[in-house]
């Protein structure tokens, strides 16, 4: 096609030369010659539109050919499923698995501040730990919202309040310790526990021991003795009782409780006035040792009003249930009030076996 359509083209010269030669020899009349050569251009012009046309159709079914698939293999049926991978799923389930718990431990611990060792107690409450009490059971001490109780004398916690007693009256110089108020940062660390069961172990060391309950908007120690709490130190402080009204024998021997009673509208204000430190100055006289239930420190101005007035403060820590700001914050708060801190107790401590176990153990079989 390329060569016939070179050829019509080169036709078409002479063509259109004798066309011209015959429109001039006419006078630019139109004439037979002129005709004839005007009749022939038409021809070589549709026969060379034909062949163009021809000439395109069939480069582009050559085209057409060229872009046809071919079958290279036939298709086979599989012989399993494509999806799921279940090998596949799985390894990368695990991978995926290890590498989101690591990080998700890792965000964890990085924002877990609660303590959990002795250490970073200490640390934080800037002070010695005087005892470390394991916990009690489901309603032991350091379980949380636990009721305050008094352990069996053959416990491992009560082995541990009796080294605290230790510990505590080794503080004692020329002047004996006679007013404590055993203190915590936050609700719910064991504080009240600490208090009753520390009474008996200083009680069994032949010591006159009071006990305070000096939480009078939520009292908790007439629970742990079993006796009523009518007539306390808010009917004492306010007028309404005399304090040998209020005072209750418990059945521990040498224990004594003044419970909290009635509050009254503003317990702040009845903790941390004259009339308080004159009932502190009287039992202390006519007791070996005076020990003070208090509200959660960081909670209310209760304890804050309170601290000033003591010979010494103990604060109860419970493992795992507090922050480390909190304790430090009430750290800054017994310093600023220049409260004569003695030290810490751990609640809920993590003891694989006590000295004591260990020594029960060794009695039971004969060692």
Avoid: W
């Amino acid at each position: 096609y390329g060569a016939r359509v070179r050829e019509l083209e080169a036709s078409l010269v002479p063509a259109r030369q004798e066309y011209r030669a015959a429109v001039a020899a006419a006078g630019n009349e139109y004439s037979e010659r002129s005709r004839a050569a005007a009749d022939q251009i038409r021809r070589i012009e549709e026969t060379l539109s034909e062949v163009r046309e021809n000439f395109d159709n069939a480069t582009l079914a050559a085209k057409r050919r060229a872009e046809t698939i071919s079958v290279i293999e036939s298709a086979a049926a599989p012989s399993g499923p494509a999806s799921p991978n279940v090998p596949r799923n799985l390894l990368a389930g695990l991978v995926l698995g290890l590498i989101g718990g690591t990080g998700l431990a890792f965000l964890f611990d990085r924002g877990d501040t609660r303590l959990r060792t002795s250490d970073d107690i200490a640390e934080a409450a800037v002070a010695t730990v005087l005892g470390q009490i394991p916990p009690g059971g489901p309603r032991g001490i350091g379980r949380g919202k636990a009721r305050p109780v008094l352990f069996d004398a053959a416990s491992p916690q009560r082995e541990a309040f009796r080294r605290l007693r230790t510990n505590l009256l080794a503080l004692e110089g020329d002047e004996p310790l006679r007013t404590l108020l055993v203190a915590s940062a936050e609700p719910h660390e064991g504080k009240t526990t600490t208090v009753v069961n520390l009474a008996t172990a200083v009680a069994q060391s032949g010591r006159a021991v009071l006990v305070l309950d000096c939480d009078l908007r939520v009292p908790r120690v007439h629970q742990a003795f079993g006796i009523p709490n009518t007539v306390g130190v808010g009917d004492v402080l306010s007028g309404r009782h005399t304090l040998g009204e209020g005072i209750v024998q418990t059945g521990v021997p040498g224990v004594s409780v003044l419970p909290a009673g009635t509050a009254g509208a503003n317990p702040t204000e009845l903790l941390g006035s004259p009339r308080m430190s004159v009932l502190l100055e009287h039992v202390a006289r006519n007791f070996d040792l005076v020990l003070i239930d208090s509200p959660a420190f960081l909670a209310v101005a209760d304890s804050g009003a309170l601290a000033p007035q003591v010979d010494g403060v103990l604060v109860v820590v419970r493992r795992g249930g507090v922050r480390a700001a909190a304790v430090r914050e009430l750290r800054r708060q017994l310093t600023i009030i220049k409260a004569p801190v003695l030290g810490v107790v751990i609640t809920g401590a993590d003891l694989d076996a006590s000295p004591y176990e260990q020594y029960e153990s060794m009695v039971r079989h004969g060692g």
